[in-house]
Structures are given as structure tokens and as C-alpha cells.
């Protein structure tokens, strides 16, 4: 099954403790398009500025992602601005410029309104509500959102919640959102508001999910190499639903791969900046981390202790 995605394509200005850099490729769309695209085909929709760069268009072209359906808008390409400190778990903005995205009204094609899974990436919640009304008998809504929006757009996000089948949310936004810090509990108000699943990212320590049967826990992935944590959690939604749509099957057990599947690209994401990791990925190494997740939370029943 084909994937929509609509977010951000964004120039970012990052600076890790491995380094600096200013006007680099990112946006929730890319990370969360490109990490899709190892699974299944992929369409996004993203407002870009007359500043952006043809060779970033190039390389989304590269992973056969269908870009017809971008908005090329007269102004600048949304700009985000952060850095991490030593612990760099926790990205910190320094600006967001909003530029075109303030003028960015999708309207969407025939095909695209009808593709079957949807992901809502990280973008301003009215213009997801936009899409939900627009998309014609989806089989899957993801949705994710960060503080910014939290802030400045609560109404709007609340109306999201009640739409989607999945809600993705870091640590410290759901404990913001939520008003606890306890995250069972925030998840379960989430919940409450009419999200079927609720999944908690939690950067280096893996990820959560939660439904009204249950719970399961994605391990962390011990990180040799770590360089630029920004799309870490796009690269997570990317990796979940691309291969949600590739197979098609939306069980609890499935879930759970695409769960692993996630955390997998998001582990190579931030092994470089920007992109850089995902132009060399390669299908082997997907399945192999795969596994080595497999391996790092596999453990025994105990029958009989005492
Ligand atoms: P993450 O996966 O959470 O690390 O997301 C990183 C990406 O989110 C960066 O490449 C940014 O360009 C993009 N981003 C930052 N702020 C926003 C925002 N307010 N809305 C949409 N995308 C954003």
C-alpha cells in the first residue's frame, strides 16, 4: 500500500556535540518520507520556499518519492534552528521561521486524497485536520506534533487526537500536554480523547506503545555511533509506517515489528547529520539491526524460582 505524507521540508541549522551545521536538509516530511521509502512508495506534501535547493528535490527523487505534490511557494523555506547538549536526548530551539508554511493551504489531487495510509507529520494541527477532512477512506491515520504546537495550537491538535488511529509524541511533549509525568497516565488520558493508539518515542531509551488492551516496550538501541539526533522521530514514524503499508497487516503482533522497524531508522539516522546516513543505507543492514533488537529483549518465562 502507497503512503501520504504531509509535513515540513525544512533548511536546518543544527549544532551537536559532533559539530555544526547551518541550511542543511531536513523536515518532518523528508526524515519521515525518506526512512518510509525503504518500505513502501511514498507521496509527500510540503510547502517549499523559491530558496529550495533542486539537489534536495534530486535526492527525494533518488528514493522514488513522488513530489508532485509539493507546493512551491514565492518567500522562504520554513527554517529550524536547535541544538543538543552533552545529553542529547532533548533537541532545544533556538528559531523556528515559519516562511511559507504560514501560506501553505494543500489541496489535494484525486490520487493522493485516496491513498490509504496516511502520516501527519509534525505540522501546524489545522492544516492536519485539513488533510483528515480531505483523504478519502484511509485505512491508517498516524499522526505526530511537537511543543511548538503543543503551545500555540492546542484546540486544533485536540481535534487531531480524537481523528487518527495513532498518536506519536515524545516524553517531555505528552507530559506537557497531558499535565503529568507520569506517562502511563498521560497516555491513557490521550486515550481517553479518542486516539486508538498512543505511541510514547523516548530518544535513546526506544519507545512505547499504548492501546486500550495493553502495552509494549521497544528496547533502546546501544548507539556506537551518534552524531545529529534531529529526525530521529521522523525516521521512527517513517520506519512504523512504511512498513505498515508494506504489509498491509495491522495486528497487534505487526505492530510491534513496525514498532522495532521504527526504532531501526532512527538508530541510522542519527548515526550522521542531516540525511547523510539514510543516501548509503542499505536493505541488508535494515534486517540485520532488525535482529540485533530482536536479540537485545529476548528473555525467558521463569516457571519455578522457589
Ligand atoms: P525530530 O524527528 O522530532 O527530531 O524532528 C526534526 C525535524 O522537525 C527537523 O528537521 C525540523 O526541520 C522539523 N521541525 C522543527 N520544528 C518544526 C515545527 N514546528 N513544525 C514542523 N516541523 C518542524
Redesign the pocket.
Known amino acids: 500500500m502507497s503512503a501520504l505524507i504531509v509535513?515540513?521540508m525544512?533548511l536546518?541549522t543544527l549544532e551537536t556535540p559532533f559539530g555544526a551545521k547551518a541550511d542543511v536538509l531536513?523536515?518532518?516530511a523528508v526524515?519521515s518520507g525518506v526512512a518510509a521509502s525503504f518500505f513502501t512508495e511514498v507521496s509527500i506534501v510540503a510547502p517549499i520556499g523559491e530558496d529550495f535547493p533542486q539537489e534536495h528535490l534530486d535526492f527525494l527523487k533518488s528514493r522514488k518519492i513522488d513530489i508532485d505534490g509539493l507546493q512551491k511557494i514565492k518567500g522562504e523555506t520554513?527554517r529550524?534552528s536547535g541544538y543538543y547538549e552533552f545529553d542529547m536526548n532533548q533537541?532545544h530551539?533556538r528559531e523556528?521561521q515559519l516562511n511559507v508554511l504560514t501560506e501553505f493551504s494543500p489541496k489535494l489531487s484525486p490520487k493522493l486524497s485516496s491513498l490509504p495510509i496516511v502520516f501527519l507529520a509534525?505540522?501546524d494541527p489545522e492544516i492536519q485536520l485539513s488533510i483528515i477532512n480531505q483523504v478519502k477512506g484511509p485505512k491508517l491515520i498516524a499522526a505526530d506534533t511537537?511543543d511548538?504546537?503543543i503551545k500555540s495550537k492546542k484546540d486544533a491538535l485536540y481535534e487531531v487526537i480524537k481523528k487518527v488511529d495513532f498518536m506519536l509524541m515524545n516524553e517531555s511533549e505528552v507530559r506537557m500536554f497531558m499535565e503529568t509525568p507520569n506517562i502511563p497516565l498521560a497516555a491513557r488520558r490521550l486515550l481517553k480523547l479518542g486516539v486508538k493508539s498512543v505511541i510514547i518515542k523516548q530518544g535513546e531509551h526506544g519507545a512505547l506503545l499504548f492501546t486500550e488492551n495493553g502495552h509494549f516496550s521497544a528496547p533502546s538501541y546501544p548507539q556506537d555511533t551518534f552524531k545529529d539526533?534531529?529526525?530521529?522521530?521522523?525516521?521512527f514514524a517513517g520506519g512504523f509506517i512504511g512498513y505498515l503499508a508494506k504489509s498491509g497487516d495491522f495486528s497487534e503482533e505487526n505492530i510491534r515489528k513496525a514498532l522495532i522497524l521504527g526504532s531501526t531508522m532512527a538508530s541510522f539516522n542519527i548515526e550522521d547529520f542531516s540525511l547523510d546516513r539514510m543516501r548509503s543505507l542499505k536493505q541488508h543492514e535494515i534486517i540485520d539491526r532488525y535482529n540485533e533488537f530482536r536479540e537485545f529483549s529476548k528473555f525467558e518465562a521463569i516457571d519455578n524460582l522457589w
Open positions: 509535513g515540513t525544512a536546518d531536513g523536515g518532518s526524515h520554513f529550524w533537541a530551539t523556528t509534525n505540522l511537537m511548538f504546537w539526533p534531529t529526525g530521529a522521530g521522523d525516521s
